[in-house]
């Protein structure tokens, strides 16, 4: 069995092609479904965000496979293959690996180490887990891809600072309150940013959000949309005194808030802390009035200076995340290279078992004079002195340097005790167990010196 | 003897400012794991020296020294586990190595006592002890209050941001901490006034009759007493909570501190036993 992925991406596809294939317009389950009965019967996982849709399966020839499914995405997104082809990219066995392993530590993002890929490729797998779309294989590399995206968020900073103004509007305020629930937020200004900043302190569950513009009316509209309360403009000062937040976003010529009124309403509040962030062109906020004691004022300046040195600061860890991702997938093609003798460790411990039973059973009149005791004491010794002959050569077939090396022992192996006719040989998922199975029609000819 | 436990916490502080800078979850899984070792064999050196001597081995200055640093590990890693709040340690460990040291390197020998041979004596101490285990807490959570402030207001986030919980909580966990060391600096001023009033009439020691007001370490107590109760004071009254109670709760520490390695050692006549 072989790993292959097909997908398009924000590196090889335009925007609007990437729309045009998004699996979520008919479903992520109606596209496995169609995979199930159309080119990838055995396993499959459909991975789709805003920036890319990827097919992961698994299969015997990737060749024909490839193509089946270039042909499934263009039926599937009444795309035209001619259309699709040139932004399709495919993988193989350790480079699905690599590039999943990057996928979900976030190295292969628009916005390198964004935290939402990791929680959209585990529910990618987790939904085609429960279609019973995933075997042995799609299984270990997702869960293997779960601890690489944990492991690099933990030991690099890959995934640190705040990289939009809202989000580090949002972090900074954490960093100041502890949560931002039960926070009282008073936003001045209606327009797109003050609309944009506010939506994004609702979604972090504050306790009330008070609006407040010159047209009252566009106030009521964006309370309306946030679920807030429009206040009067002429009430900033007394909403001042209450509030935790601040967002400034007017067009505003002159400061609206000077540092003269920040002062008194500190003294007022007793210096509860006051977070301000000015995301107004020209500053709404006097900067005075960032420096009085509990006041943390920040402006647009200020944030966006925030977002680039973390952006710069996340290309640092890249490095030290690719080798984390690099390690991973050696172990991970060392598991699939063990994968591959698993047919022939089989196919060695049933020969050795059939010749085991024939030699039981040829010996059966001797031994029937025997107490139940000695007969289950011979069957015992056999059965160890099997398992403990095939234990050096079944470390040596699972441990082979590279794939070349293994398929050499494998062969050997299969020519040494001639498995090739053993017709329950072929079944990779099966644990190698010694105790399992009956003698098969082919041993029972084996010659056995007693 | 102090010797193993003073290895361990220098093994434990590596860890926390190994953790600190990588914040690798394994490494402070292993500063946890060595402070509590050392926390351990740290209480089973006290509980020989109590088998050895009768009573807690809190008499002489390095053994309360000892002591300070035992509780105040303890008490680290009781508020560590349940604020599940790391960071702090590679402020308090290296306390505790510094102290530890000055304990270990000291004369350890101990003469008995016949006017300590009372359980006045041990909540006298244990409370006083546990009152500066208290204020040692909430110096080291003001110093990292004071970084993090410093950071945000100048706008340039990054180490001290990335480790540290936010302000409100750093501020609320001084708050408690001054509290509770309150309480029990109170109560060990309290007992000790009382024991001393019971005392002082027929006593025969030449050291408990001149105790006074101006006995260096009484009167330096007493005036972190007045710290910690101004900063409780300003802090509901008057509005004085971060950066200034922050301040406040280090300036009371270096009181507390000098009360207990140079007057300790050096200063005091009346109150050195």
């Known amino acids: 069995m072989d790993l292959l992925l097909l997908g398009v991406s924000h590196h090889t596809a335009p925007v609007d092609l990437r729309e045009r294939v998004d699996f979520t317009k008919r479903g992520v389950i109606e596209a496995l479904r169609e995979l199930a009965t159309g080119p990838a019967p055995t396993e499959a996982v459909v991975l789709t965000t805003c920036n890319r849709a990827e097919i992961y399966v698994a299969c015997e020839d990737a060749v024909s496979m490839r193509a089946d499914l270039a042909r499934f995405m263009s039926r599937f997104h009444d795309v035209p293959a001619p259309d699709l082809a040139p932004h399709l990219y495919a993988h193989h066995d350790a480079d699905v690996a690599r590039h999943l392993f990057r996928v979900a530590a976030g190295l292969d993002s628009l916005v390198v180490g964004e935290p939402q890929i990791f929680g959209q490729v585990k529910e990618a797998f987790s939904t085609a887990s429960a279609q019973r779309r995933t075997g042995a294989l799609l299984n270990r590399l997702f869960t293997r891809s779960f601890s690489v995206g944990k492991r690099v968020r933990a030991e690099t900073g890959l995934g640190e600072g705040a990289v939009s103004v809202s989000y580090a509007a949002i972090s900074l305020a954490r960093k100041i309150f502890r949560t931002l629930k039960d926070r009282a937020v008073l936003v001045v200004g209606a327009g797109e940013m003050a609309e944009l900043t506010a939506t994004h302190l609702r979604s972090q569950q504050v306790r009330r959000i008070a609006v407040t513009s010159r047209t009252l009316a566009r106030a009521a509209a964006l309370a309306r949309k946030v679920d807030g309360t429009a206040v009067d403009w002429t009430s900033i000062d007394d909403e001042l005194l209450t509030a935790d937040v601040v967002v400034t976003a007017t067009g505003a010529a002159t400061p609206i808030i000077t540092a003269t009124t920040i002062n008194r309403v500190m003294r007022a509040r007793r210096n509860r802390p006051l977070f301000i962030i000015d995301i107004g062109l020209p500053r709404d906020v006097e900067a005075g009035a960032g420096e009085l004691e509990q006041v943390f004022l920040y402006n647009i300046d200020d944030l966006r200076a925030m977002i680039s040195e973390n952006l710069a600061r996340r290309r640092e860890q890249t490095t030290q995340a690719e080798t984390m991702v690099s390690e991973e997938v050696a172990e991970f093609v060392a598991w699939l290279r063990t994968r591959g003798t698993i047919p022939t460790v089989v196919a060695l411990r049933r020969r050795f078992e059939a010749v085991r039973q024939a030699e039981l059973t040829r010996l059966a009149p001797k031994l029937n004079g025997l107490s139940p005791e000695a007969r289950a004491r011979i069957d015992e010794i056999t059965r160890l002195l099997i398992q403990k002959l095939l234990l050096t050569p079944t470390e040596r077939l699972k441990s082979a340097a590279d794939e070349a090396m293994a398929a050499q022992f494998a062969e050997a192996v299969t020519q040494l005790f001639d498995l090739r006719d053993d017709p329950h040989a072929d079944t990779p998922d099966s644990v190698p167990d010694t105790s399992e199975g009956s003698p098969s029609p082919s041993t029972s000819k084996t010659p056995v010196t007693s | ?273």
Request: charged share 10%; net charge positive; glycine share 6%.
């Open chain 2, 1 to 273: 003897m102090d010797l193993l436990p003073l290895l361990l916490y220098v093994v434990a502080g590596a860890a926390y400012a190994v953790y600190f800078a990588r914040r690798s979850a394994r490494v402070g899984r292993l500063a946890t794991a060595s402070l509590a070792a050392a926390a351990l064999i740290h209480t089973f050196v006290v509980g020989m020296r109590t088998v050895e001597v009768g009573y807690v081995p809190f008499v002489g200055t390095a053994a309360a020294i000892s002591a300070f640093v035992w509780l105040l590990a303890v008490a680290y890693l009781y508020t560590e586990v349940t604020t599940d709040e790391r960071a702090m340690g590679v402020f308090i460990v290296p306390l505790l190595v510094v102290l530890q040291a000055v304990s270990a390197l000291s004369d350890g020998s101990i003469e008995p006592t016949p006017v300590l041979d009372s359980p006045w004596f041990f909540f006298h101490v244990s409370s006083l002890l546990f009152a500066y285990a208290a204020f040692a807490l909430a110096c080291v959570v003001g110093i990292t209050y004071v970084l993090l402030f410093r950071e945000l207001k100048s706008k340039r986030l990054g180490f001290f941001s990335a480790r540290l919980p936010s302000l409100q909580v750093l501020d609320a966990m001084n708050g408690r901490a001054v509290g509770v060391g309150w309480l029990f600096l109170t109560a060990g001023l309290a007992v000790g006034a009382v024991w001393l009033y019971q005392l002082q009439p027929d006593t025969a020691d030449p050291r408990v009759r001149a105790m006074s007001f101006f006995d260096p370490k009484i009167f330096v107590v007493l005036l972190s007493w007045l710290v910690y109760s101004f900063e409780l004071y300003a802090r509901r009254s008057i509005g004085w909570s971060g950066k200034r109670a922050a301040w406040l709760s280090a300036f009371g520490f270096s009181i507390v501190l000098l009360n207990l390695v140079p007057i300790g050692y050096f200063l005091t006549d009346s109150h050195n036993f």
